[in-house]
């Protein structure tokens, strides 16, 4: 067995991290393709060990030898189903793997150094990060049995940790602000409301998507009105995550949350239903 077998797995899953990409944007010609993924799955290789590209190499082989022949199961169901899908996805980690392997010894660069238990690039296995994130949103609040909306926006930045590669923790500082029309006026009056917060991130990644769940305290100062309300925020998200662009792992998606203040600050209490665009963009140090 090798002995790196920590920097193998990384190899293997930032192969599949790239072919998903490639195919989502669709896969027609090797060629094409290989053009598009060997240089960042060449960073990787370059990083990792002779014995990790040796597991890798073997690894990706079996995968492909269970997943069948792509070819023969198309000949036998005579269209591109499922399986055929299926083995073509092994098949092509493993040729975009072997291509990129294959420049290695030339095309490495001299100042790039092997590491014993390379940790990938397509992701942030065991790697402290800083997050910044924005967001645009819709809001709709209810407060003394009143309803209003309106829109807003925050910026964030939030350390995290990723444990291994599929699974991060991140908390950290947000602030953001909002236009609410005034109930019971014209649509051109507002309040003006800010909105401090100290998100918690449990984020959740599979090869193209992520999946958040987070939860805040929060609270509520208004322009006119400086006195603080507190509450509490529960929320989830989806993003569709990109590939590795130097230093940044990019990603934009969705979320939704529901936020409730408690009576404070001379305020009844209030609950806010938000509808978001997010854009985030980690960054390993």
């Given at each position: ?149 309106g829109g807003g926006g925050c910026g964030r930045i939030l350390p995290g940790f990723g444990f291994d590669g599929r699974h991060s ?117």
């Amino acid at each position: 067995m090798a002995a790196d077998t920590k920097g193998a797995a990384a190899l293997v899953d930032d192969a599949a991290r790239l072919v998903a990409s490639e195919e989502a944007d669709g896969w027609f010609s090797d060629a094409e393709a290989l053009r598009n993924v060997e240089g960042p799955m060449l960073e990787s290789i370059c990083r990792a060990t002779p014995d990790a590209r040796t597991e890798a190499s073997a690894e990706l082989g079996h995968e492909a030898a269970e997943a069948g022949d792509a070819r023969a199961l198309f000949r036998a169901a005579g269209k591109l189903d499922g399986k055929v899908k299926h083995a073509l996805t092994f098949e092509r980690r493993r040729l975009v793997f072997e291509h990129a392997l294959a420049r290695a010894a030339s095309d490495c660069p001299f100042w790039v150094q092997p590491e014993a238990g390379f940790r990938g690039l397509q992701s942030d296995r065991e790697r402290f990060t800083l997050s910044f994130e924005t967001e645009g949103n819709v809001q709709i609040r209810e407060t003394e049995g009143q309803w209003t909306y309106g829109g807003g926006g925050c910026g964030r930045i939030l350390p995290g940790f990723g444990f291994d590669g599929r699974h991060s923790l991140l908390a950290g500082v947000e602030f953001g602000g909002s236009a609410l029309i005034r109930p019971h006026s014209s649509a051109s009056e507002f309040v003006i409301t800010y909105l401090p917060a100290v998100p918690i991130v449990f984020r959740t990644r599979t090869l193209l998507w992520q999946y958040d769940l987070e939860t805040a305290p929060i609270a509520l100062f208004q322009a006119d009105d400086t006195r603080l309300s507190f509450g509490w925020r529960v929320g989830a998200g989806l993003g569709l995550v990109g590939l590795r662009k130097r230093n940044f792992l990019p990603w934009a998606g969705l979320a939704a949350s529901y936020e409730y203040y408690a009576r404070s600050g001379g305020r009844e209490p209030a609950h806010f239903i938000l509808g978001s665009v997010r854009v985030g963009l980690p960054w390993d140090p």
